[in-house]
């Protein structure tokens, strides 16, 4: 029976391998794979279509807080787009370069995902490298460095629920998660060299020691934030910090350029200090959730309407295009334009996180888990990552991706005698390092380059990118194994 519950996710892999098909078609026939499995693995006695109808509906409802964010963050683009075509600024103002791509990879973007989380650092990094001059394909496949630091994404919502699942302190787990998450970053830079390499910025010896040195800031700001502040001030605080260093350092700006900055960044800032501002304060955070929270399921996230930050990207959108004088026609240009674009990463959304839903909540996803136990003894820990970057992989989410695996990996680490600490981050670390390449991330950069179905192609161009992870991700998971041993 094993493999009939694993067969879904086989098949959801080879289609996407195939580049025949989008991500959207895999999903519909992921989906439609893992009904009858899941009718077989739940308990006798239960109405069996009435818990798959339930399940279903906790999945479309988890899945409808990242379609918030795609059709808010879409509108959101598409604002900006008209505003910049208004003022007459060109679309590549600039060129890139190496630095410039850096900075956009490893300190643009993961600010804003941790600012605001749920690909919304997708959203802004790839706009930002269309200006630079970048091929649209090669943007897209560049923006995904935005989920780099996706463990403190969102403020950090996903490790903090992936942490309590396991019983560990915060910081314990964030301090831990660091540990894992520095190779996975040494093996994005290495990723990130040879791709620059083929767009024609290769960098040479300096460029390289350049790079290491930021790399080695980042990752110490990210153990001193976690180890001395709190987990979800990791990536907002360390790149908040390193982001205008570096722009000076780069930029060199007089007056008038951080003047520009500033004005073109406006929307951003503004969005940024929204979050944070609704969420500095808890008074203030509690009574945002409690006066508008809507929660139809009672082990469910609550969507709360003056809070959730698909809302408030609405918000700064819509004060966007009343700052700059949008008139009818322009709105009903930007909301056609950004559905247009946004129907297909959110159809793509809602059919992979109700997979995943029905895959945890049917038992197959536990069934799983004991019989790789059973079989492997104490070498499962080296299925950890790839049990995390699964789930990762198909629900685009890494709350979803730690309230699936988490309570499983912690089976593991009961049953083999590793350090629970050590399974819950590499838990952390793989699922979210793997939503990065989920079929939900990769139709959403295809939205935003005008591209919608060209998956295939943005997935065949970081495919060094995924096997640098996973590389990364198991010879960590290797040395925990080892070590116990």
């Known amino acids: 029976m094993l493999w009939g519950y694993a067969a879904p996710t086989v098949l959801v892999i080879v289609l996407l391998a195939s580049r025949q098909v989008s991500s959207l078609t895999a999903g519909i026939a992921g989906l439609a794979a893992t009904i009858p499995p899941a009718v077989l693995a739940l308990p006798d006695g239960q109405g069996t279509m009435a818990v798959l109808a339930l399940e279903s509906g906790k999945g479309a409802w988890l899945a409808w807080h990242a379609i918030a964010v795609i059709l808010a963050g879409l509108f959101f683009h598409e604002v900006g787009r008209i505003v910049t075509r208004q003022r007459g600024e060109d679309a590549a103002s600039t060129e890139y370069s190496h630095r410039r791509l850096f900075a956009a990879c490893f300190l643009l973007g993961p600010f804003f995902e941790a600012a605001v989380g749920f690909g919304v650092g997708l959203v802004i990094v790839v706009p930002t490298l269309l200006r630079l001059g970048l091929a649209p394909i090669w943007a897209a496949v560049f923006g995904l460095y935005s989920q780099a630091m996706v463990p403190w994404g969102a403020m950090a919502i996903g490790s903090t629920v992936g942490a309590g699942l396991a019983g560990l302190p915060a910081d314990v787990a964030g301090v831990a998660t660091v540990a894992v998450e520095v190779p996975v970053l040494v093996a994005l830079l290495l990723a990130f060299w040879w791709l620059v390499g083929r767009i024609g910025a290769r960098p040479g010896l300096n460029a390289i020691l350049d790079d290491v040195g930021w790399l080695a800031a980042i990752c110490a700001g990210l153990y001193l934030t976690n180890r001395y502040i709190a987990l979800e001030s990791g990536a907002i605080v360390t790149c908040g910090i390193l982001l205008p260093l570096r722009f000076f350092r780069d930029e060199r700006p007089d007056l008038a350029a951080w003047q520009s900055l500033i004005a073109r960044a406006a929307p951003y800032l503004a969005l940024t200090g929204l979050v944070l501002l609704t969420r500095a304060a808890e008074p203030v955070e509690a009574w945002l959730r409690a006066a508008s929270t809507l929660q139809p399921f009672a082990d469910s996230l609550g969507f709360a309407l003056l809070h959730h930050v ?100 912690a089976q593991i680490a009961a049953h083999t005698g590793h350090p629970l600490t050590w399974l819950a981050a590499i838990q952390i670390a793989s699922g979210n390092a793997l939503t990065m390449f989920s079929p939900i991330r990769i139709a959403m950069g295809a939205a935003l380059i005008g591209q919608p179905g060209g998956e295939s192609e943005i997935y065949r161009r970081s495919l060094p990118m995924a096997a640098a992870v996973a590389a990364a991700l198991f010879a960590f998971a290797a040395g925990v194994w080892a070590l116990a041993g």
């Open 310 to 409: 698909s809302v408030l990207i609405l918000v700064v959108a819509i004060g966007n295009g009343l700052a700059h004088g949008l008139g009818a026609r322009l709105w009903r240009e930007a909301a056609v334009a950004a559905w247009r674009a946004a129907w297909r990463p959110a159809a793509v959304t809602l059919v992979f996180v109700v997979m995943g839903r029905l895959t945890g909540a049917s038992g197959m996803a536990g069934a799983m888990t004991e019989t790789l136990v059973a079989a492997a003894g104490g070498t499962a820990v080296l299925a950890s990552p790839a049990m995390g970057g699964l789930a990762g992989f198909l629900t685009g989410s890494n709350v979803a991706s730690n309230a699936i695996m988490m309570p499983l990996q």
